[in-house]
């Protein structure tokens, strides 16, 4: 199928602007001023995306769901990777305490 003329590049524009500004992200700029992404660059990986999840939730469209549906995909994604984080810190503390036991320094930290 062809575009009419202009109609490809508008649809390009459109998608381009998806990609670097995406919806589900501008309730916040217009809000408090700044992205998910300038908040979530201040913590640690996994709980910094978490939180990108959280705050999304229910704005990012996903195709045949509604806000609730789409929210509970959302909250899924951030617990995962709560779980994620909680998970490298209990082997973090396991290492920790393995090394105090052996006197043996972390070289895994």
């Keep these: 199928m ?5 109609e490809a590049g508008r649809t390009a524009t459109m998608e381009h602007r998806e990609v670097l500004d995406p919806q589900h992200y501008r309730w916040m700029q ?3 001023g700044c992205e998910p992404k300038d ?3 201040l913590l640690p990986y996994h709980p910094g995306t978490a ?6 939730a229910g704005r990012k469209e996903y195709s045949g769901k509604d ?3 789409a929210a509970i995909i959302e909250f899924g994604k951030a617990i995962r990777h709560l779980q994620f984080e909680i998970e490298r810190l209990r082997q ?4 920790k305490h393995a090394a105090e036991r052996t006197g043996a ?4 930290d």
């Design 2 to 6: 062809t575009l009419p003329a202009g």
């Design 30 to 32: 217009d809000a408090v």
């Design 39 to 41: 908040i979530a660059g």
């Design 51 to 56: 939180l990108v999840y959280i705050l999304r």
């Design 67 to 69: 806000s609730e549906e």
């Design 92 to 95: 973090r503390v396991s290492r």
């Design 105 to 108: 320094a972390d070289i895994c």
